[in-house]
């Protein structure tokens, strides 16, 4: 018998064990709980779990180890000997029983070497039917009576604790089924959401520039002299903007008019000895021929000498990049050299990538968000749009956009400005505008 304090101290730690077994939360850490935190109440050396499994004994928690492997002789070993004492039927199966580990093992390597003899039958009985779930306690010394009785205590309140979370697992309570109604409620919602009809949008480089400028193209073949006026400077209309060098042309001018009146010269000559000669008369329909193309020549050369002195063809900004780039720049004949462009008249140059193109009709809005000020959107209306891409100057391929300005005359922005537009086009609905990108990639790449 053991001592009175003992007793107590036993009585105590099994309450406490009880209260924690009640609260687990999961059997697994049940299973834990009670192969490790037993020994606590009556110390042994290694515990089994032992479960009902389709009417077998299965072991499925070991003392002191994580996991157990199914495929161990040890293991084996024990679920032989748990459904041999299951079937010889020893006593009151709900009570808890000690006996010698020879009595129902069989004569193996397992058993031989297997140090502790002395074992437990803890049976952890359900009141909604009976079960071969137990806990069999292993240990080197001999089973008192007094820990018998304090682990049948135990053993009940963790068969009790079993049952109730095997039970919330089995069984669908309200709250589950209202979190499933909420579920499909949710999922309901958002398929509703997701047909909600949308604009469609793309966001693009843009950069403000002149609508319809006039373009100054280089009339001549020739190198540059002199451009008078000052980048981004105004003119008007008939204002000298460039000139070239002219000494060729002045040259050629004044050798083409002195053949004029050389030619003038034999034409008269020709037309004075036509009264006296026949023969004479005959060389005046050629020396009026030769006159006409000497003129034609003289037409010409003062015409290309006129056209090394270019004037400004409208009124507005000379926009070019500066005088250093073209002074001294020899040029080709209808080679781009500036613009003029009226600064009340702006429009908007956007660069879609094909990637984002999307179905823009004339007419359609485009907000513009310049660098310089991007708190201030400015509405613009879509004019006209390419119909083939073309590359940029980053190289990539894009379709250009001409959008028209809303805003009046005193909030036009400067020309070469430049920022992000976003383009809307056509209405489609919200889960398509949200995972348009997502199925383009998919498509690309399964080709589904």
């Known amino acids: 018998m053991a001592p009175d304090g003992d007793r107590a101290a036993l009585l105590s730690t099994a309450l406490a064990l009880e209260m924690q077994a009640r609260q687990q939360s999961s059997a697994e850490a049940l299973r834990f709980f009670a192969v490790n935190e037993t020994r606590k109440a009556c110390p042994y050396l290694q515990a089994f779990l032992i479960e009902d499994s389709g009417g077998r004994p299965r072991v499925a928690a070991i003392s002191s180890i994580s996991s157990v492997d199914r495929d161990a002789p040890l293991v084996r070993t024990f679920e032989r000997l748990a459904a041999r004492f299951l079937d010889r039927k020893q006593g009151d199966p709900r009570k808890a029983q000690h006996f010698l580990l020879g009595a129902f093992a069989e004569d193996d390597d397992a058993t031989r070497d297997y140090p502790f003899k002395h074992l ?52 669908w309570p309200v709250t589950r089924k209202r979190r499933a109604l909420v579920y499909l409620a949710v999922i309901a919602a958002l398929a509703l959401v997701s047909l909600i009809p949308v604009r469609l949008t793309a966001l693009a480089p843009a950069e403000v520039v002149a609508a319809n400028p006039v373009v100054v193209a280089a009339p001549v073949d020739g190198v540059i002299a002199d451009l008078p006026v000052q980048p981004n400077a105004p003119v008007a209309e008939g204002d000298l903007v460039l000139t070239f060098v002219d000494t060729k042309f002045r040259n050629d001018a004044e050798v083409t008019a002195r053949n004029v009146v050389v030619a003038e010269a034999k034409h008269r000559r020709a037309v004075q000895g036509a009264f006296g000669s026949a023969r ?90 310049l660098d310089s000020d991007p708190l201030a959107p400015v509405e613009a209306v879509l004019v006209r749009a390419s119909y083939q891409a073309s590359v940029t100057g980053e190289g990539q391929y894009a379709f250009r956009l001409f959008a028209r300005l809303a805003a009046d005359g005193e909030q036009l922005p400067r020309i070469g400005t430049r920022g992000t537009a976003q383009v809307y086009g056509e209405r489609v609905s919200l889960f398509f505008y949200l995972f348009r990108r997502p199925i383009t990639a998919i498509r690309q790449r399964l080709g589904v």
Request: proline share 4%.
């Open 120 to 171: 437990c039958w803890l049976p952890l009985p359900r009141r909604s039917a009976p079960t071969a779930d137990a806990l069999l306690l292993a240990r080197d010394t001999p089973w008192r009576q007094h820990e018998l009785a304090v682990l049948e205590a135990l053993g009940d309140a963790y068969g009790h604790a079993f049952e109730a979370l095997r039970s919330r697992a089995r069984v």
């Open 280 to 369: 004479d008369n005959r060389e005046v329909a050629i020396a009026q021929a030769e006159l006409d193309v000497r003129k034609a020549e003289a037409a010409y050369a003062q015409d290309l000498l006129e056209r090394t002195r270019v004037r400004a063809g409208a009124t507005g900004l000379l926009l070019y990049s500066s005088k250093s780039d073209w002074i001294g720049r020899p040029v080709t004949t209808g080679e781009r050299i500036m613009e003029i462009a009226d600064s009340r008249k702006l429009e908007v140059r956007v660069d879609l990538p094909v990637s984002d193109v999307i179905t823009a009709k004339e007419g359609a809005r485009v907000v513009v968000y």
